[in-house]
Protein backbone atom coordinates (compact mmCIF):
# COMPACT_ATOMS: atom_id res chain seq x y z
CA UNK A 1 0.00 0.00 0.00
CA UNK A 2 1.34 3.44 -1.03
CA UNK A 3 0.03 6.92 0.78
CA UNK A 4 0.67 9.80 -0.43
CA UNK A 5 0.74 13.48 1.29
CA UNK A 6 1.03 17.29 1.03
CA UNK A 7 2.28 19.78 3.11
CA UNK A 8 3.01 23.36 3.17
CA UNK A 9 4.90 25.60 5.79
CA UNK A 10 5.30 29.24 5.99
CA UNK A 11 7.32 31.74 8.24
CA UNK A 12 8.30 35.51 7.62
CA UNK A 13 11.45 37.19 8.11
CA UNK A 14 12.35 39.30 11.42
CA UNK A 15 14.44 37.80 14.03
CA UNK A 16 18.19 37.53 14.66
CA UNK A 17 18.33 33.42 14.75
CA UNK A 18 20.00 31.80 12.04
CA UNK A 19 18.34 30.50 9.39
CA UNK A 20 17.71 26.87 9.47
CA UNK A 21 16.30 25.15 6.30
CA UNK A 22 16.16 21.16 5.55
CA UNK A 23 17.84 20.85 9.17
CA UNK A 24 20.90 23.01 7.88
CA UNK A 25 22.04 26.55 8.85
CA UNK A 26 21.78 28.89 5.49
CA UNK A 27 24.46 31.95 6.09
CA UNK A 28 21.61 34.67 6.39
CA UNK A 29 21.02 38.36 7.72
CA UNK A 30 17.75 37.35 9.16
CA UNK A 31 16.02 34.16 10.68
CA UNK A 32 12.19 33.65 11.18
CA UNK A 33 10.37 34.83 13.75
CA UNK A 34 8.31 31.54 14.78
CA UNK A 35 8.46 29.62 18.05
CA UNK A 36 11.01 26.69 16.92
CA UNK A 37 14.16 27.27 15.07
CA UNK A 38 11.59 27.92 11.96
CA UNK A 39 12.46 25.36 9.74
CA UNK A 40 9.82 26.05 7.36
CA UNK A 41 11.48 22.82 5.03
CA UNK A 42 11.12 20.24 7.78
CA UNK A 43 7.91 21.81 9.01
CA UNK A 44 6.11 20.91 5.66
CA UNK A 45 7.33 18.06 5.59
CA UNK A 46 6.02 16.93 9.06
CA UNK A 47 2.58 17.66 7.89
CA UNK A 48 3.12 15.74 4.46
CA UNK A 49 3.65 13.14 6.22
CA UNK A 50 1.39 13.05 8.66
CA UNK A 51 -1.44 14.01 6.11
CA UNK A 52 -0.34 10.93 4.59
CA UNK A 53 -1.19 8.97 7.44
CA UNK A 54 -4.45 10.81 8.79
CA UNK A 55 -2.85 12.40 11.14
CA UNK A 56 -2.61 16.28 12.03
CA UNK A 57 -0.66 19.51 11.38
CA UNK A 58 2.73 20.29 13.27
CA UNK A 59 0.74 22.73 15.63
CA UNK A 60 -1.67 19.85 16.74
CA UNK A 61 1.35 17.89 18.26
CA UNK A 62 3.59 20.86 19.02
CA UNK A 63 1.32 23.80 20.03
CA UNK A 64 2.56 27.27 19.84
CA UNK A 65 1.04 27.79 23.35
CA UNK A 66 3.57 24.94 24.89
CA UNK A 67 6.43 26.27 26.43
CA UNK A 68 8.95 23.42 25.67
CA UNK A 69 8.08 24.02 21.93
CA UNK A 70 9.80 26.96 22.31
CA UNK A 71 13.09 27.21 20.21
CA UNK A 72 13.24 23.78 19.68
CA UNK A 73 15.08 22.14 17.08
CA UNK A 74 12.30 20.72 14.21
CA UNK A 75 14.87 17.83 13.70
CA UNK A 76 13.21 16.94 17.30
CA UNK A 77 9.70 17.14 15.27
CA UNK A 78 10.41 14.24 13.73
CA UNK A 79 10.05 11.69 17.06
CA UNK A 80 6.58 12.15 16.69
CA UNK A 81 5.94 11.45 13.21
CA UNK A 82 8.71 8.59 13.08
CA UNK A 83 6.08 7.17 15.98
CA UNK A 84 3.25 7.24 14.10
CA UNK A 85 5.17 5.60 10.71
CA UNK A 86 6.60 2.95 12.66
CA UNK A 87 3.04 2.27 14.27
CA UNK A 88 1.40 2.70 11.04
CA UNK A 89 3.95 0.06 9.39
CA UNK A 90 5.12 2.57 6.85
CA UNK A 91 8.08 4.36 5.66
CA UNK A 92 9.16 7.40 3.35
CA UNK A 93 9.60 6.56 0.02
CA UNK A 94 9.86 9.76 -1.69
CA UNK A 95 9.88 13.30 -0.90
CA UNK A 96 9.71 16.35 -3.15
CA UNK A 97 10.08 19.57 -1.53
CA UNK A 98 9.31 23.20 -3.42
CA UNK A 99 10.06 26.63 -1.75
CA UNK A 100 9.45 29.44 -2.54
CA UNK A 101 11.96 32.63 -2.02
CA UNK A 102 13.33 35.81 -3.06
CA UNK A 103 16.44 35.61 -0.83
CA UNK A 104 18.93 34.16 0.02
CA UNK A 105 20.13 32.02 -2.82
CA UNK A 106 19.50 28.90 -2.08
CA UNK A 107 20.25 25.89 -4.63
CA UNK A 108 24.28 25.92 -3.64
CA UNK A 109 22.60 24.49 -0.36
CA UNK A 110 20.43 21.73 -1.77
CA UNK A 111 22.95 19.11 -1.34
CA UNK A 112 23.59 19.24 2.19
CA UNK A 113 19.94 19.90 2.69
CA UNK A 114 18.89 16.24 0.87
CA UNK A 115 21.36 14.26 2.86
CA UNK A 116 20.21 15.99 5.80
CA UNK A 117 16.63 15.33 5.12
CA UNK A 118 17.57 12.12 3.93
CA UNK A 119 19.18 10.89 7.08
CA UNK A 120 16.25 12.07 9.10
CA UNK A 121 13.81 10.29 7.19
CA UNK A 122 15.90 7.39 6.79
CA UNK A 123 15.45 7.41 2.85
CA UNK A 124 17.91 7.38 0.19
CA UNK A 125 19.21 10.16 -0.97
CA UNK A 126 17.94 10.00 -4.49
CA UNK A 127 14.73 9.73 -3.60
CA UNK A 128 14.91 13.28 -2.03
CA UNK A 129 14.14 16.26 -4.50
CA UNK A 130 14.37 20.34 -3.66
CA UNK A 131 13.56 22.94 -6.34
CA UNK A 132 13.02 26.63 -5.87
CA UNK A 133 11.23 29.17 -7.33
CA UNK A 134 11.14 33.28 -6.68
CA UNK A 135 6.86 33.44 -7.91
CA UNK A 136 8.96 36.05 -10.17
CA UNK A 137 7.97 38.18 -6.99
CA UNK A 138 4.28 37.90 -7.03
CA UNK A 139 3.52 37.29 -3.47
CA UNK A 140 5.34 38.00 0.34
CA UNK A 141 7.96 35.36 -0.32
CA UNK A 142 8.68 36.24 -4.10
CA UNK A 143 9.29 39.79 -2.79
CA UNK A 144 12.04 38.32 -0.04
CA UNK A 145 9.48 38.91 3.24
CA UNK A 146 9.57 35.21 4.02
CA UNK A 147 9.63 31.68 2.56
CA UNK A 148 7.31 29.40 1.85
CA UNK A 149 7.44 25.59 1.45
CA UNK A 150 5.51 22.94 -0.28
CA UNK A 151 5.95 19.21 0.77
CA UNK A 152 4.89 16.12 -0.91
CA UNK A 153 5.70 12.67 0.04
CA UNK A 154 4.93 9.33 -0.55
CA UNK A 155 5.12 6.23 1.98
CA UNK A 156 5.01 2.74 1.60
CA UNK A 157 3.91 -0.30 3.52
CA UNK A 158 7.14 -2.35 5.13
Known amino acids: MIKVGIGKDSHKFGSNKPLILGGIEIPSEQG????????????ALFNAISSALGGGSIGYYYPNDDSSNYNKVSKEFFEKIYELLKQNNYKVCNISITIEAKQPKLEPHFPAMRKSIADICETDINSVGITATTGEGLTAFGKGEGIQVIAMVSLIQC
Open 32 to 43: FESHSDGDVVLH
